[in-house]
């Protein structure tokens, strides 16, 4: 059954918590997407208090499920067993214990949601933390949306245990076929099956950045610099990039945009490499696009990342990119000549391209941003909905699972 698109749909979006971070970001630019394309939109969060702003036209709902169901005696009882028994006699299980209840929950108020406002199209829980809470959720319209490497269970012998609550028979999204590949090899080793994965990108509000990017830029650094955004974590590797332009010896600053557990640490490092007079740490910035559109390159230097929305970012904005070679989306990101400034993740793999977009910069290509922009990647979620399978979650054919 193939469903027109030119009807409106309703769309629930679960994410856990609202806050700054890339699952976040990737799920309002979603929704806008959708809203601009005639649908309903409504955002659910299992946890806190949102900081970022909601797109007018969102449906937002807070529900903290497992709070509410404390407040009961027989909730209560259920958490201080969990916590005290299940979880310490069954390690890395604390999840699943949690996410019955909060499963309960939410299949009540989707109940009532849809009462209110109509039967949804489509539901997309986002990051594993949500899908964590709603393991026991089995509903044909649900897709979880991978954004990065599986965590969790790990060598736990209760592994392939836990990998079939979280994954088994569920329908899955990755946001790259790196992350995809790397979900797959992770569940094979455990004898787990998703019913379908599908490879979708996050969503990137292209004309929004370039609007941001003709901002004012306050604190210009003296020179022509080098642009990082990113969290100041291990995973950003933030470190590899400090050497790398250290060894680059470049007549350039470099400009790092974020904030984190790393921030002393990176002070310090600067102050051993004997370049802290060349780097500018601004923090976390509202809005990072000035710095970006007016810098030489953007540079990632990450152990790992689900797609790089950053460098899609920097691509819309005409801002070559700088990029370790390392797994998830990078190379699906920076294809054409941008690829050519792909790095070894080494001081001198990556100092190298730093030199080599100094001396012979990339011109970018604007359609390499242009595949990720809001409306194209909203329409191809919607896409999910072309699929008559949804109809009936047993009708699962072999034949078109992923490779």
Not at 90 to 95: E, H, K, V, Y
Not at 207 to 227: F, N, V
Not at 263 to 278: F, M, N
Not at 342 to 364: D, N
Request: charge should be neutral.
């Amino acid at each position: 059954m193939t469903l027109p698109r030119d009807a409106g749909r309703r769309v629930l979006i679960i994410v856990r918590r609202l806050n700054m971070g890339g699952i976040q970001k990737a799920s309002l630019s979603l929704a806008s997407g959708l809203l601009a394309g005639g649908h309903e939109v409504h955002l659910l969060v299992l946890k806190g208090t949102p900081e970022l702003t909601v797109p007018d036209g969102v449906h937002l709902h807070c529900v903290d499920f497992e709070r509410a169901a404390r407040r009961t005696p027989a909730g209560l009882a259920r958490h201080l067993a969990s916590r005290v028994l299940l979880k310490p006699l069954l390690p890395g299980s604390g999840f699943v214990w949690t996410g019955r209840t909060v499963s309960r929950g939410f299949r009540h108020h989707l109940a009532e949601l849809e009462a209110t406002h109509g039967a949804f199209d489509l539901i997309v829980i986002r990051g594993q933390g949500a899908f964590e809470l709603l393991w026991d959720v089995r509903d044909p319209r649900c897709w979880q949306v991978v954004e990065g490497p599986v965590s969790g269970p790990g060598k736990s012998p209760l592994a392939g245990w836990l990998y079939r609550k979280l994954y088994a028979g569920k329908r899955v999204i990755s946001v790259s076929e790196g992350i995809g590949a790397m979900l797959d090899a992770t569940l094979a080793r455990h004898g787990v099956a998703p019913a379908q994965r599908r490879t979708l990108t996050n969503p990137v509000p292209l004309g929004r950045i370039r609007e941001l990017a003709q901002a004012p830029l306050p604190d210009a650094p003296p020179t022509p610099y080098l642009i990082h955004v990113g969290r100041l974590s291990s995973v950003k590797n933030q470190a590899l990039l400090l050497r790398a332009f250290a060894a680059a010896d470049l007549p350039l600053s470099l400009v790092i945009i974020g904030d984190g557990d790393r921030r002393q640490s990176l002070t310090r490092l600067c102050e051993t490499l004997g370049i802290a007079e060349r780097v500018h740490f601004l923090g976390q910035q509202t809005n990072p696009y000035p710095w970006v559109a007016r810098a030489q390159a953007f540079v990632l230097s990450s152990r790992m990342e689900g797609l790089g929305l950053v460098l899609i970012e920097a691509l819309a904005l005409g801002t070559q990119c700088v990029a370790t070679d390392v797994p998830g989306g990078i190379r699906e990101v920076l294809t054409g000549e941008q690829a050519r400034l792909i790095a070894e993740p080494s001081v001198e793999g990556l100092a190298e391209k730093l030199r080599e977009a100094w001396t012979h910069p990339v011109t970018v290509d604007p359609a390499w941003a242009e595949r990720f922009d809001e409306p194209r990647v909203a329409e191809a979620f919607l896409g999910l909905l072309d699929d008559a399978r949804l109809e009936d979650p047993a009708d699962d054919d072999p034949a078109h699972a992923p490779a």
